[in-house]
């Protein structure tokens, strides 16, 4: 499948962080879902206050694993 989300936002040298409403989105699951998989550490992401972001690697991995 390759990288799923390659060059978006790159260009401007910035890391890809997704909410886990958008990655519920890409992988069409609930948003609940992700945020569970957070907490559980079943996926990795940073949390700043009370915002979740998780990396354009990480879901490149999650949907490499679910193929």
Not at 2 to 12: H, I, N, T, V
Not at 51 to 57: A, D, E, F, V
């Amino acid at each position: 499948m390759g990288d799923f989300l390659a060059k978006k936002g790159e260009e401007s040298g910035g890391a890809v962080m997704l909410r886990p409403e958008q990655v519920a989105e890409l992988l069409g699951l609930p948003g609940s879902t992700i945020r569970r998989w957070l907490r559980e550490g079943r996926i990795k992401g940073v949390k700043i206050s009370r915002t979740w972001l998780i990396h354009k690697n990480e879901v490149n991995r999650i949907l490499e694993e679910s193929k």
